[in-house]
């Protein structure tokens, strides 16, 4: 178990139920607060009713990709002064990836398979833990 400073509140944005059942476990076990989306466009319903510190948001999904709903969450946080840690989640791992992650409004991303030790690491850099 790690120590946060906080409980965080993370949205798990990913299609595939296999990962949504691997990071879940990896995530449950080191004690977060996960949620589940399986879209981009249930990610951004969800987002305008409940606060979320950081989402997780995989960048290729069906009905509304992880760019797309990257930009309407920023847009939509434009109006509240809100901001989620968002990393994009990508078995693309090329500069230019990560690049499209940056330049839609990620501010980072992870490669898939999802690495619960690299998420920490990204966590402890920004001072959640």
Do not use: W
Request: charged share 25%; hydrophobic share 40%.
């Amino acid at each position: 178990m790690i120590h946060l400073k906080k409980d965080l509140k993370i949205l798990l944005v990913e299609d595939n139920p296999l990962n949504q059942k691997l990071m879940m476990f990896n995530l449950s076990k080191m004690g977060f607060n996960v949620t589940i989306i399986e879209n981009g466009k249930k990610a951004v319903e969800i987002y305008s009713s409940t606060f979320f510190d950081i989402i997780l948001m995989d960048v290729m999904m069906p009905i509304m990709d992880g760019y797309e709903a990257t930009k309407l969450i920023r847009q939509y946080e434009a109006t509240t002064g809100n901001h989620s840690y968002i990393i994009g989640l990508t078995s693309n791992v090329y500069d230019y990836d990560r690049e499209k992650c940056i330049e839609t409004g990620m501010d980072n991303y992870i490669p898939k398979p999802f690495n619960i030790d690299f998420f920490c690491d990204i966590l402890h850099e920004q001072h959640f833990l």
